[in-house]
């Protein structure tokens, strides 16, 4: 059966790579750190790593190894059930407890990933009879999870708040039940923060909830590092996070949603990717309470994060890049072409830099980009080195 269908299939990778658009994957032989060593699919050796979501430089944190290294011993490897049968130890209850405090939420609940935590939430309390008003620019986990629910779709465009109150009214006049206002906390794509104080405020008047992934943002953005509703303010008015251990919390693996006890009971009884993936392995769940130690003492990490962010976008904007504005660790430097974007992070690498190019179908056509990702483990001169880096491969794609 496989022979009628191989043709067409290497057609459409030849299709890829003719446009440019193929992802290739770059192979490392150390630990993720801001230095990392590349072994295949590129220069060899040693470079700066300024494309991990590796914010706050926990991934190989000492402390974090440790506790992992411990709480292999104590709990094994792994569940090998789910939850609601035998895959539940005491480690899982108290990283619930953990988040739920620190996210201001009354409770919490563990997933395999952020991508099914948002592919878990809205066919579990949304039916046909209601509505999910979702941002535009979504990331694809929330677009999904948003497609397995029966419940009628509206988008309004990015960070729009008149047209996400049209979306509302819209769902209103059509006799919603119930109304869910979804938004990437930070878009990853552009380094946008939602507005989250403004979106309360719409949704209390249109009787909506609010749902916040905040992948890009638990760990470094706001005061204490608690995302953007703390950053807003509006911790107390967001009904459901949802988030990643993957990026800022150590970088491994695992998702959660912390939101109203309510929501969350009804997750454990309905939610099909909770009900049938095992959970985290415990060793992911003990070093993840070990980086929510560290977080309470981080402020020193987050400062750093913040300047590296700053100087990397001053400078690249003095050498006349195009760096979408803000001051999020997500720096997106504008390319346009795909074909360029990718040839630029290859020309990086060469230079000891390893960035990597994005293009459709992940941002829209003709809206390539390298996106630059900070982090609290680049020291000044890593980010000086990289912008050097950026004016001579421009030199060099243009040459």
Not at 101 to 121: H, M
Not at 151 to 167: G, I, P, S
Request: hydrophobic share 45%.
């Amino acid at each position: 059966m496989f022979d009628s269908v191989r043709d067409d299939i290497r057609a459409t990778l030849e299709e890829i790579e003719q446009a440019g658009l193929h992802k290739p994957e770059r192979v490392i032989g150390t630990p993720q750190s801001a230095t990392v060593a590349v072994t295949s699919g590129g220069r060899p050796g040693e470079v700066l790593n300024f494309c991990a979501n590796n914010y706050l430089g926990l991934a190989d944190h000492p402390e974090v190894v440790a506790a992992a290294h411990e709480a292999l011993d104590r709990w094994g490897y792994g569940m090998a059930s789910v939850r609601f049968i035998c895959g539940t130890q005491e480690v899982h209850k108290e990283l619930e407890a953990r988040l739920s405090s620190f996210l201001g939420q009354e409770d919490t609940i563990l997933y395999s990933s952020c991508f099914d935590a948002n592919g878990g939430v809205f066919e579990t309390i949304l039916g046909p009879e209601d509505a999910v008003i979702s941002d535009a620019l979504n990331h694809a986990s929330i677009i999904d999870g948003i497609r397995l629910s029966k419940a009628r779709r509206f988008r309004y465009a990015n960070r729009d708040m008149a047209d996400l109150e049209q979306r509302l009214k819209e769902a209103t006049e059509g006799g919603a039940r119930r109304k869910l206002i979804v938004t990437d906390g930070v878009f990853s794509m552009d380094g946008y923060v939602a507005p989250l104080d403004e979106i309360c405020d719409l949704a209390e008047r249109h009787d909506a909830m609010v749902m916040v992934d905040d992948s890009h943002a638990v760990g470094f953005v706001g005061p204490g590092g608690r995302g953007t509703p703390e950053l807003h303010g509006v911790m107390d008015r967001v009904d459901i996070i949802t988030g990643t251990l993957g990026k800022a919390l150590g970088g491994a693996s695992g998702g959660y949603v912390a939101a109203r006890a309510e929501i969350v009971a009804l997750l454990r009884q309905r939610s099909r990717p909770y009900l049938f993936s095992n959970t985290l392995a415990p060793v992911i769940a003990a070093a993840s309470l070990k980086v929510l130690d560290l977080l309470e003492s981080a402020g020193d990490l987050r400062d750093r994060l913040n300047a590296n962010t700053a100087l990397f976008r001053s400078r690249m904007t003095g050498e006349g890049f195009d760096v979408l504005p803000g001051d999020h660790a997500i720096a997106p430097v504008m390319i346009g072409d795909a074909a360029e974007a990718g040839r630029m992070a290859e020309l990086l690498l060469e230079r000891g830099v390893y960035v990597i190019g994005f293009s459709y179908p992940v941002v829209p056509q003709g809206q390539a980009r390298i996106r630059v990702q900070l982090s609290a483990a680049h020291s000044t001169e890593d980010v000086n080195r990289a912008v050097d880096a950026f004016v001579s491969a421009r030199a060099a794609l243009a040459g």
